[in-house]
């Protein structure tokens, strides 16, 4: 009887353990599925941030080249003169402009003038009319606004190009020229925010301007998995037909087969759930490409478009701290209940259980501290990471007085990516931990700062509205990184910063866009500028 009796306490037992657990991993899910979507949500939002910022560096650069063609014309009209301009400063914007720029050239006065050296004649041969391409028609459709031509692949050099073009008042002439979207591909590299991302950017024509993996660069996610076939096996049979030809024109078809060999064999894995992503954009999706897992997710933009997708096991590593925390809670409650229930029938085993239950609960706070502190700080820096300083603003902004004021500052290295290219990535990441020392160095113990992204930094200035202070603070910034820079012998530079005031009713994602509006204006100078929203 009586062991009947702890049989069927035993079974009670056992299936009040699992409805427990299983309501809570019904309740913990939810809040995982909230964590997952908003975190797609800010990193893509982030991304297209990003993006439109090296799309209007593109404009501006174009609108500095647009104003001295126009100056110069109006100085000497005639055609030949212009074009003896447009060589003399080929070089001059190569230099400016570096491995973004690929050329000028125009149409003025009913002829195409360029600034290479390739002879005229060449064009005449292929019955070259410049009023028939792309660049041209583009140009006078855009009705004096600059315009892009839809990018492409060039493996010849391996690397994205487009043309940028305007229509001038006249309403015939336009001005253009090539460029180099690597940036793009830069900016792709630098995004990644968890273990094994793969993130594109892509245009309106489903082409893959920027992605982690640089074999898929050029290929259409639009294309039909038949028309990707084709152009692999055109590649591959003018690989085979090439003949005679030069070791660089070899390798360079080499190229094209390979990369779109590996398109292909990605496409084949993904075309079925891209359709899905497609169909649900801004909504996270389970997904498998080959062996893996992942979660997906599809950002549409005005032109350019932004895909995302992050290994699960990723994912969880990066919300732990969003279940494991209840999760181990609730098991240590459950084992710590059902002890006391059964303490008079197993007093020795209990005993042992107390004993085991300090040392387990021990190990999990000592681990529950390190994934917190693992989730909130930057690595390189040891300041605050997007997420934590995001969050801690928004807890700030909820808590603050009616008529309190507080200032958050966007801040944006000057001339950083020369410091890598010159220096290596190692000094690079010096000059990252000068300027976070410098920076936590300025401010007081109710401020926050943080290291966004690569050379971005941020900083909100608590009980405070006087854009002075945060002008002030900037100063002294730059003034100690070019000491401490000089007596570490690192290279110099210069932060740039946009302020914005905030108030209880505001949030951190609209605060941030202004503050970077703000920066955009200051960063003119690439020497320290500050600008207030």
């Known amino acids: 009887m009586k062991r009947d009796k702890k049989h069927g306490n035993g079974r009670w037992f056992i299936a009040a353990f699992l409805i427990v657990n299983l309501a809570a991993i019904l309740l913990i899910g939810r809040k995982e599925s909230s964590y997952i979507r908003d975190s797609f949500s800010s990193h893509a939002e982030q991304s297209r941030a990003k993006m439109e910022d090296v799309m209007d560096n593109y404009i501006h650069s174009f609108q500095l080249f647009s104003n001295m063609m126009a100056r110069e014309i109006k100085n000497n009209p005639n055609p030949d003169d212009i074009w003896d301009y447009l060589k003399s400063i080929d070089s001059a914007m190569l230099e400016i402009e570096g491995d973004t720029f690929d050329g000028l050239y125009m149409y003025y006065q009913g002829r195409y003038l360029y600034s290479w050296d390739t002879p005229y004649s060449q064009y005449e041969d292929t019955g070259y009319v410049a009023t028939e391409r792309p660049w041209y028609k583009d140009a006078v459709a855009g009705k004096g606004k600059v315009v892009f031509t839809p990018p492409y692949m060039s493996y010849a050099n391996h690397y994205i190009l487009s043309t940028i073009s305007q229509l001038q008042p006249d309403g015939?002439?336009?001005?253009?020229?090539?460029?180099?979207?690597?940036d793009i591909q830069e900016l792709v590299s630098s995004l990644a925010a968890y273990p094994d991302e793969q993130m594109m950017i892509f245009d309106d024509n489903g082409t893959i301007l920027?992605?982690?993996?640089?074999?898929?660069?050029?290929?259409?996610?639009?294309n039909s998995l038949d028309e990707t076939r084709d152009a692999l096996k055109e590649a591959k049979k003018n690989l085979k037909e090439a003949g005679d030809i030069s070791e660089a024109d070899k390798e360079k078809l080499q190229q094209q087969a390979d990369s779109l060999d590996a398109y292909y064999s990605f496409q084949k894995d993904f075309h079925k759930d891209f359709s899905r992503l497609k169909k649900h954009p801004e909504k996270p999706l389970a997904l498998k490409i080959g062996k893996t897992n992942?979660?997906?997710?599809?950002?549409?933009?005005?032109?350019?478009?932004?895909?995302?997708?992050?290994?699960?096991?990723?994912?969880?590593?990066?919300?732990l701290q969003i279940w494991l925390l209840p999760l181990l809670i609730l098991e240590l409650l459950l084992i710590y209940i059902l002890g006391r229930i059964t303490k008079e029938q197993k007093n020795r085993e209990l005993r042992a259980a107390y004993v085991e239950l300090g040392q387990t609960q021990k190990r999990l706070e000592l681990a529950l501290t390190a994934a917190q502190k693992a989730a909130a700080i930057d690595e390189?820096?040891?300041?605050?990471?997007?997420h934590s300083f995001k969050e801690s603003i928004t807890h700030q902004l909820h808590s603050m007085e009616e008529d309190e004021c507080s200032i958050l500052i966007m801040i944006d290295g000057d001339r950083f990516k020369a410091v890598n290219d010159n220096y290596g990535h190692?000094?690079?990441?010096?000059?990252?931990?000068?300027?976070?020392?410098?920076?936590?160095?300025?401010?007081?113990?109710?401020?926050?700062?943080?290291?966004?992204?690569?050379?971005?930094?941020a900083i909100f200035v608590s009980k405070t509205g006087d854009y002075s202070v945060a002008k002030r603070i900037m100063e002294d910034i730059n003034s100690t990184i070019a000491v401490e820079a000089r007596k570490r012998n690192l290279p110099v530079i210069t932060m740039s910063a946009g302020a914005v005031i905030a108030r209880r009713t505001d949030n951190y994602t609209a605060l941030s866009k202004i503050a970077d509006d703000a920066l955009y204006k200051a960063k003119e100078s690439h020497n320290g500028g500050f600008a207030s929203a």
């Open 172 to 182: 015939e002439t336009v001005f253009a020229y090539d460029i180099k979207m690597g």
């Open 210 to 222: 920027g992605s982690t993996n640089a074999s898929y660069l050029g290929g259409s996610l639009y």
């Open 294 to 319: 992942y979660y997906g997710y599809l950002l549409k933009g005005d032109t350019y478009h932004f895909l995302v997708l992050v290994p699960v096991m990723s994912m969880l590593q990066s919300s």
């Open 380 to 386: 390189l820096t040891g300041l605050m990471n997007f």
């Open 426 to 457: 190692s000094v690079g990441d010096e000059v990252i931990k000068l300027c976070a020392q410098m920076i936590i160095g300025r401010i007081r113990t109710i401020d926050l700062a943080s290291r966004l992204h690569g050379d971005e930094f």
